[in-house]
Nanobody, 115 residues
Framework: QVQLVESGGGLVQPGGSLRLSCAAS????????MGWYRQAPGKQRELVAA???????NYADSVKGRFTISRDNAKNTVYLQMNSLKPEDTAVYYC?????????WGQGTQVTVSS
């Protein structure tokens, strides 16, 4: 059974940085593109960054130039480096395949940007 476990969230001041990690069981990284998604209170879940098996990336306009997605297929892990964080980045962050699979959603990791 595939599981995705996110970690690395926390409380950070505006302008700060965090690095999120997503560890997967199984071999999904070898097959699928992966994405980081987020859901802020009262808002729909949105895709913020994605990476193909070959390493091509794309980003939501709101995070371009500040976030970097990467993957380590040998470790079955995908990362999201977040720099220059803003209060509007506050959300629960999830990883999943792209497009997302309903059965792969994990618990997510909370990111709070506040002074």
């Amino acid at each position: 059974q595939v599981q995705l476990v996110e970690s690395g969230g926390g409380l950070v001041q505006p302008g700060g940085s965090l690095r999120l990690s997503c560890a997967a069981s199984g071999s999904i990284f070898k097959v699928y593109a992966m994405g980081w998604y987020r859901q802020a209170p009262g808002k729909q879940r949105e895709l913020v960054a994605a990476i193909t098996r070959g390493g091509s990336t794309n980003y939501a306009d709101s995070v371009k130039g500040r976030f970097t997605i990467s993957r380590d297929n040998a470790k079955n892990t995908v990362y999201l480096q977040m720099n220059s964080l803003k209060p509007e980045d506050t959300a629960v962050y999830y990883c999943n395949t792209k497009p997302p699979a309903a059965t792969y959603w994990g618990q997510g990791t909370q990111v709070t940007v506040s002074s």
